[in-house]
């Protein structure tokens, strides 16, 4: 063959294979990987349904139908971290209070006598602990006495154990001030007319043990511990 044929053929031959690869440069992108034909760029498949991968496949460039697409992965969400609720600063409150004890007579004296007894002293200290921690504006002192008696005597003897039981507390550490001392004598029976029948007896004073007793009621104000 002559040079100038073999010139002829070759240029023939390369302006043959320039589209070609014009086209296969063009189409590297789509279904790059595997055995596309040369004319749509389409994935070649058997009859059975298989694709062919080349050298350049890679599982990112996976497709469908010949491999599952890698599809993007959903972002975790956010572990959220436990929410803690700020409590309320405990702070000290001041609460109301009001409280009456009624202490049995013939427990704090003896017979007809206004000198507290050691078991009395022992009650009134117990008075005392309830007192702890809270500011009293007032605490009453009332004494009473049953109907036996005059009611001037009953009088005079309720008024000295009141007072009796104030200058205890006091000598406690309770305040003179937010103390007051008084007698009811027997205008402030607890028993009902019908219920102590009869003379003085043994039995009948025993049966009015209630009305002779001394009534201590405070009202004020207690410190507590608590959140707003």
């Known amino acids: 063959m002559k040079p100038m044929t073999q010139l002829i053929i070759a240029a023939f031959a390369a302006a043959t294979l320039i589209p070609a690869a014009a086209m296969a440069q063009a189409t590297d992108t789509k279904n790059q990987g595997y ?3 040369n004319h749509g760029g389409s994935i070649v498949m058997s009859g059975t ?19 599952f697409s ?6 975790a969400a956010p572990v959220m971290s436990p929410v803690v609720i700020a409590t309320a600063p405990e702070q000290a409150m001041a609460k109301p209070l009001a409280q009456k004890f009624s202490f049995a007579g013939d427990a704090l004296f003896a017979f007809d006598l206004a000198e507290l007894k050691p078991e009395g002293r022992a009650m009134l200290d117990g008075l005392v602990t309830q007192l702890d921690g809270a500011h009293y ?3 009453v ?17 309720s008024e000295r154990r009141a007072q009796a039981v104030k200058a ?19 205008t402030q029976p607890i028993t009902k007319a019908e219920d102590c029948k009869g003379a003085q007896s043994a039995r009948t004073v025993a049966c009015l043990q209630p009305d002779r007793r001394v009534d201590v009621e405070m ?4 410190t507590v511990v608590g959140s707003l």
Not at 141 to 157: E, I
């Open 219 to 222: 009202i004020g104000t207690k």
């Open 70 to 75: 890698i599809k993007p992965v959903a972002a």
């Open 168 to 186: 205890y507390l006091v000598s406690r550490n309770v305040k003179a001030s937010t103390i007051d001392a008084e007698g009811k004598g027997e």
């Open 137 to 139: 504006e007032t605490i």
């Open 141 to 157: 002192a009332t004494g009473h006495t049953d109907r036996f008696g005059s009611n001037a005597y009953n009088h005079k003897l």
């Open 49 to 67: 349904g298989l694709c062919w991968r080349d050298s350049d496949w890679t599982p990112a460039r996976s497709t469908e139908p010949c491999d």
């Open 35 to 37: 055995l596309v034909d």
